[in-house]
């Protein structure tokens, strides 16, 4: 796909954002021998661009009236988060040091309490797209220019809450809500496929009223180009389905189910480092 969107430039700088993203993962998760290092690391590129390119926010003022919303429905992804506001300037980057340490600011599932640019806290599954719904709803009703965008995770898919949302959004033709599923087929205890399939998923929320529209999330071209050009379709909201690899960029980490929970020992994390360093 042509990079319609911008130059070159712009691409190769979202492209190191995400690296730098995927390097502070590991190290925090490391550091903090916490887990969902894999879930993270799938996520990189959709922070890059959501961050560095597609979201309408200041980091001198997080709680301007007029930013668009991000909720982070996997808020089990929280080091991911964390790290792009700490590179966006929201908060010191010397915060990402003590994640998930007793008495921090910054705790294992998404908090928003005291931590700028963290719209809600999160971390029970099926619930970010229904938070989403009500604020895209509010700023429809006030003809509000802002957005709200809810990135979930594949596996949340399974909540029937998630599909109660997706019901109300078109009916309410909410086109400035904007979900987002890191499809990286790999929940906490097995595949997706294995777990309750998802397929054929594109055309569920199709059939639910959806615009729908699939990518490769490690895209960077592909990724702004879908996301800077929204909604997909007047009058319905937009669903991103972002095909992802679980643990992407560490090798050893790639489409494996053991990297949901399991935090790197002292020789994988410098495995992990070398090879994040290394990389485009």
């Known amino acids: 796909m042509k990079d319609s969107n911008g ?24 550091a903090a021998g916490s887990s969902h290092v894999g879930t993270c690391l799938s996520m990189a590129e959709l922070l890059a661009v959501l961050y560095g390119q597609v979201l309408n926010v200041d980091p001198t003022r997080p709680d301007w ?38 008495g921090a600011r910054l705790a294992g599932h998404a908090t928003h309490h005291g931590i700028p640019g963290v719209e809600v806290s999160t971390g029970s599954l099926g619930h970010g797209l229904s938070l989403a719904c009500g604020m895209a709803l509010v700023g429809r009703r006030e003809e509000r220019s802002w957005r709200v965008f809810a990135l979930l995770s594949d596996g949340e898919c399974d909540e029937g809450s998630t599909w109660e949302a997706a019901m109300f959004a078109p009916h309410h033709k909410l086109d400035n809500l904007v979900a987002i599923v890191d499809y990286n087929k790999i929940q906490s205890l097995g595949t997706v496929k294995e777990v309750l399939d998802l397929e054929p998923f594109a055309a569920k929320w199709r059939s639910f009223g959806w615009s729908a529209v699939e990518v490769d999330g490690h895209d960077i071209i592909q990724l702004r180009s879908v996301l800077s050009a929204l909604p997909t379709e007047r009058g319905k909201p937009t669903c991103v389905i972002a095909h992802t690899v679980k643990g992407k960029g560490v090798s050893f980490m790639e489409d494996k189910l053991l990297w949901h929970y399991r935090s790197p020992d002292e020789q994988e994390f410098r495995q992990a480092l070398a090879e994040l360093e290394k990389s485009q």
Do not use: N, T
């Not at 130059?7 to 390097?23: D, G, H, V």
């Not at 919303?69 to 966006?88: D, F, N, Q, T």
């Not at 908060?91 to 998930?100: K, V």
């Open 7 to 30: 130059s070159a430039a712009k691409r190769e700088e979202l492209a190191a954002l995400a690296k730098r993203i995927r390097l502070h993962v590991v190290e925090m998760v490391h």
């Open 65 to 102: 009236s007029e930013r668009d919303r991000l909720i982070m429905s996997k808020g089990h992804g929280c080091a991911g988060l964390y790290a792009v506001l700490a590179e966006r300037g929201f908060f010191p980057i010397d915060w990402l040091q003590s994640f998930y340490h007793d």
